[in-house]
């Protein structure tokens, strides 16, 4: 287990965590586990598609209407429209991405968990691993059994796991195999993964790491160790910062075989409409531009579930075109794709049933994370920034937030 509280996250702050395991050294307490068929994660759902490049450079122009001037926009436009043209490279790459995806499970997750996570040189600690504030509880009577009652919990869990759905459709199951008796073994250059759940025998042992000590049990022995809240967060930097950044949360691809997350861009040209009016409209204007503002967004979403979203898309194109051993084309050498992909703010939502609430770092040193769970009458949010950027402040964005929340409140409630 990592703590949060180590070394490696220091430069993440303004976020409270409830550490996953106590300070207080614990004795040893062994629980039993009965040993249960291994589930079945073979999946039945549809590969995840290569998205229309005509259509993907169009979205990634009107995503960049509301981040740029008139002038900046027309340069990127000739730009796009030359990387995009018959014949082109833009075409030459697109068909590479095809053939990639007639070859392999998905034409895209191993491509980026390459480069999001394998080359990445950052600290797991903030920048990749998620943290959780558990619900609170009394721990004092059961202390001692915390983490191996933790462990048991997951594994049972692994046995039980369903085919989980949404939407009325079924999610692909194959990762969740990857929680278990994998490693994520360090490189000079990038990491690797090894996987050792695909030997006859399933694993018998968990290896516990805390406080820079190691401790193993054997034997089934265990050592004891959406729309409208997006929103928001994206009012925020033009109420504090004066200024749209680049903004996205984060949809699921696992409605594919294989797949991994999309960003759904945050800003649109109907968001700022709704923005810049906020102070002066009438209140039957105002929620003509958020009824706008929402369906835009939920356009996107639903573009994104088909498997049509344009980032990863953007990033396969680059990344193929390093592959086949071209230069990089000048569409991502482009000072509007440095700009649009530098992500000051980053959602996601992670529901759960309780009220737990997960918590992320920043993309960018510059940038904020929001996490939410919606509850049936109130939502977590979790709210990061780095200390080392003295633009940002986790707390006036928490607060601002608040205010924005019931500025819409008060907009939406019914007039007497």
Known sequence: FTRVGDATAAPFAQTRYCALLSETRFPV????????????????????????????????????????????????????QEFGRPGGLGQQLQEGLERRARLTKNWVSDLWVQWAYLESRQPLAVHSNPAISLPRRDYNDWRSQFASKLIAAVLDFRAKLPVEYMRGKPLCMELYPLLF??????????????????????????????????????????????AAVCLPPVTFSCRVHSEVCPACDIASQRMFRGGRTEYIRSPT????????????????????????????????????????????????????????????PKIFMDTAYGLATHWKLRTGQV???????????????????????????????AVTAFNCCEETNAETMARTLKETLCDLQELLQPTV
């Open 181 to 226: 008796s994998s490693s994520r073994i360090p490189g000079p250059k990038h990491d690797y993964v090894a996987r050792y759940s695909n030997s006859r025998r399933s694993p018998t042992h968990i290896t516990v790491v805390r406080n820079y000590q190691v401790g193993r049990a054997g034997a089934w022995l265990f050592l004891c160790a959406n």
């Open 269 to 328: 040209n109907q968001a700022l409409k709704f923005i810049l009016a906020f102070d002066d409209r009438t209140r039957e204007a105002k929620l003509e531009l958020l009824r706008e503002a929402v369906d835009a967004y939920s356009e996107l979403t639903a573009q994104a579930l088909r498997g049509h979203g344009i980032d990863r898309h953007l990033l396969g194109l680059k990344l193929q075109a390093i592959e086949e051993g071209l230069s990089i």
């Open 29 to 80: 307490s062994f629980v039993q586990v009965s040993p249960r068929q291994e589930p079945c994660f073979y999946s039945t759902v549809p590969p995840q598609p290569v998205p229309p490049l005509t259509q993907t450079l169009q979205g990634y122009l009107r995503a960049l209407e509301p981040l740029l001037p008139p002038e900046e926009l027309n340069h990127t436009r000739r730009m796009v």
């Open 351 to 381: 529901p759960t049933n309780t009220d737990s609430v997960m918590c992320f770092g920043p993309l960018v040193p510059d940038g904020y994370a929001v996490c939410y769970n919606p509850q049936a009458d109130h939502v977590h949010f």
